[in-house]
């Protein structure tokens, strides 16, 4: 399912159904990340998870299917990439083939490497300042809009 949405700059563009998921134990992250997915016209539901555990709960439980997910590396608990993994080897969650992106306050290269063996979808950092976590926001979620996956 679609919806029509406006964009950052004025334009109209189509934008994926399906909730924003945000996976990130700093409560000051999530909540930025919230208002510049606002800011950037995307309609979509977000929902904020503090830890890969409420994460995964959800996912079994949900009926919804998120447009995308992005997650931190470093969180307690379990890490991102166990998140990654997790999902994976579950055949339920993996059938669900949401769109996973890391997206973290930085980005060490032997953690890169085995997110991509994790087969995620990209990794970023968030940048050091606002404009540049709006600029990476922009890339990821207009990227997924219209990227074709199987929940497309």
Not at 26 to 38: I, S
Not at 87 to 110: G, H, M, Y
């Amino acid at each position: 399912m679609y919806l029509q949405s406006e964009s950052y700059d004025g334009g109209v563009h189509i934008v994926k159904s399906g909730p924003i998921v945000l996976v990130d134990d700093d409560a000051d992250d999530r909540q930025l990340m919230e208002l510049v997915c606002t800011s950037l016209n995307y309609t979509n539901k977000i929902i904020s998870f503090e830890n890969g555990v409420l994460l995964l709960e959800f996912l079994r439980i949900t009926s919804e299917k998120p447009f995308l997910i992005l997650c931190d590396i470093n969180m307690p608990f379990i890490n991102g990439l166990e998140v990654r993994r997790k999902i994976d080897e579950d055949e339920f969650l993996r059938k669900k083939s949401i769109p996973f992106v890391f997206f973290s306050t930085n980005a060490v290269q032997r953690e890169v490497e085995e997110a991509y063996q994790l087969t995620v979808q990209g990794f970023f950092e968030k940048g050091n300042n606002l404009r540049e976590m709006t600029d990476r926001l922009r890339l990821i979620l207009d990227y997924w809009a219209v990227c074709k996956h199987p929940n497309s």
